[in-house]
């Protein structure tokens, strides 16, 4: 079946770096945009940005462009999104999902922290 | 880029009965490209509705989308107990980005 596993949780310092994976399975990587969705706790969705597994092209969201890095390695069928320069409001559940129009189906996402 | 509005905020509702959530857009969704989202605590978002009308595969009848242009709605015919959750609207319309509305809570009166 169609699948998205993330990486596991990750704990940070402030002005870290955090690089969560994304491994998709049951069909063709290369076929749809990847998506990364952030939630912090007891938010709403917010979109980050996106990769085409195909081309490489990549696009960001206002509010994260220039502290995003969206990417892919097609060999492995499995998507990134690092974020650096981390501070508190960083934390949060970061998810994937695949975008056929709409998001379907999403990774189980991944809890980043950040703390000193 | 279109901006989703969703109301209310938060539907107090009793086990059987009717749910009517909103979701307005700025601008007109072409090809009425507008989703709806459940998402549970601790759980990742499930595509419900897409296309504003056509529900996702394995999810229940009483689960129903309509609308077009800038007003759609999702409709619980019956809320069971597992349909109290978070429900988002996002339009994937054109070329992303596709953001999502800010969310309706429905919760158990």
């Known amino acids: 079946q169609v699948q998205l596993v993330q990486s596991g949780a990750e704990v940070k310092k402030p002005g870290a770096s955090v690089k969560v994976s994304c491994k998709a399975s049951?069909?063709?990587?290369?076929?749809?945009?990847i998506n990364w969705v952030r939630q912090a706790t007891g938010q709403g969705l917010e979109l980050m940005g996106w990769?085409?597994?195909?081309?490489?092209?990549?696009g960001y969201t206002r509010k994260f462009q220039g502290r995003v890095t969206i990417s892919r390695d097609t060999s492995i069928s499995t998507a990134y999104m690092e974020l650096s320069s981390l501070r508190s409001e960083d934390t949060a559940i970061y998810y994937c999902a695949r975008a056929g129009r709409p998001f379907d189906p999403w990774g189980q996402g991944t809890l980043v922290s950040v703390s000193s | 880029e279109i901006v989703l509005t969703q109301s209310p905020g938060t539907l107090s509702l009793s086990p059987g009965g009717r749910a009517t959530l909103s979701c307005r857009a700025s601008q007109s969704v072409s090809r009425n490209y507008l989703a709806w989202y459940q998402q549970k605590p601790g759980q990742a978002p499930r595509l419900l509705i897409h296309?504003?009308?056509s529900r996702a595969t394995g999810i229940p009848d009483r689960f129903s989308g309509s609308g077009s242009g800038t007003d759609f709605t999702l409709t619980i015919s019956r809320l069971e107990p597992e349909d109290f959750a978070v429900y988002y609207c996002?339009?994937?319309?054109?070329?992303?980005?596709?953001?999502f509305g800010q969310g309706t809570k429905v919760e158990i009166k």
């Open positions: 996002q339009q994937y319309a054109g070329s992303p980005p596709w953001p």
């Open positions: 296309d504003a009308s």
């Open positions: 049951g069909y063709s990587f290369t076929s749809f945009d």
């Open positions: 990769v085409n597994p195909d081309t490489g092209d990549v």
